[in-house]
Structure formats: C-alpha cells, structure tokens
C-alpha cells in the first residue's frame, strides 16, 4: 500500500475526533518528501516525531492498515543527535482543532537523513537541498551543531563522512553556493 499526505491527514483527523486530545506530529521520511514537492515519493508508512501517545496513533493506524513509525524523540533515534532547536524551526503543513501536522526546515531535514544515511538518504537530502537551495555551509554548520550536542561515539566519524559526501555531491551535482 502506497501512502500519500492527503490520505494520510483525514486518518489523523479521525483519530483526533475520536480520541478528543491534541495531536502534534512531525513528518519525516517519505511524506515529508511529497509535502517538500516530490510527489512521485512511495511511501509505505507513516514516519515522524509525536506529541502526543504514539502508542495510540500507531495503533489506530494499524488498525486501518496504515503502518507507522513514530517516535517522541527523533534526535534520539541516532547516536547522531538533531541539530538545537529543529523543533522550534518546522513548518506548518496542516493545522486544524486539536491537530498539526508539521515538516522539518529544510536543512533539519537534511540532516535527519544524513544521520541514517543510505543512497536513497542522501537522494531525499539532495532534493529537499536543491528545491530549497540550503547551500554546502548551511548544511555544513547544521551538522556541527548536531555533532556538537551528539555523544562522543565513532558513529560521528562516519556522520561527518557522509556529510563530506553530500556537500561534494551538492558541488558537482547543482548549482549551489559553497
């Protein structure tokens, strides 16, 4: 099954009737991806950071056949940490009563795929960089600052790799500042 945000934000309009307490979700993965302007983005759950009981949701969700991946705490889903104040810095996608459904700021966003980074990360970030021109130096500084507050963990070698990858990627493959 195929996901998009216009079928996703009815559920959670639902869920929200039903169960009468607010919702706040961060999406991240392919449904942010769609918001961020790639329509084509399968997604086969939905992904993001909650305020709210995920537990919950996640359930409501299964039972409609949605899958989910959700969390409280998506700095904490890498020894990577999100750079300060990502929360603070998303986008309003939806908001309705009791409801809101919110995007990373473009850079956040690069930097959580970074943090897993795979092929198709390191993909997703390029898009989202290049529709949203955050240039090698933002990218660059918002992995500093995630660096700065992460643990001490050789898993920061490895990040600071594959940052050093996608900004090269971003030089020779667009026309972004450096």
């Given amino acids: 099954m195929s996901l998009t945000v216009k079928q996703v934000i009815p559920a959670l309009t639902q ?5 009468g307490g607010p919702l706040d979700l961060i999406l991240v993965g392919g449904l942010a991806l769609q918001a961020y302007g790639l329509p084509d983005r399968v997604m086969m759950d939905v992904g993001g950071e ?3 009981d995920v537990h919950d949701l996640a359930t409501f969700l299964h039972k409609r056949r949605v899958p989910a991946d959700l969390g409280e705490n998506m700095s ?5 940490a999100m750079p300060p104040g990502y929360r ?13 459904v919110r995007l990373l700021a473009p850079t956040d966003f690069v930097i959580a ?6 092929d198709q990360d390191l993909e997703d970030a390029e898009f989202v960089a290049n529709t949203f021109h955050v240039s090698v130096s933002d990218a ?6 995630a660096v700065a507050v992460s643990p001490k963990d050789t898993t920061l070698f490895l990040f600071n790799q594959t940052v050093e990858v996608f900004c090269q990627r971003l030089i020779h493959g667009s026309h972004l500042p450096a």
Avoid: D, F, M, P
Wanted: glycine share 8%; aromatic share 6%.
């Fill in 140 to 145: 660059r500084t918002a992995a500093e600052r």
């Fill in 76 to 80: 904490g889903w890498s020894v990577v």
């Fill in 15 to 19: 869920y929200v009737r039903e169960n």
């Fill in 88 to 100: 603070e810095r998303t986008t309003v996608l939806h908001e309705e009563a009791n409801l809101r």
């Fill in 50 to 52: 909650l305020v709210g």
């Fill in 113 to 118: 795929k970074l943090r897993r980074g795979t």
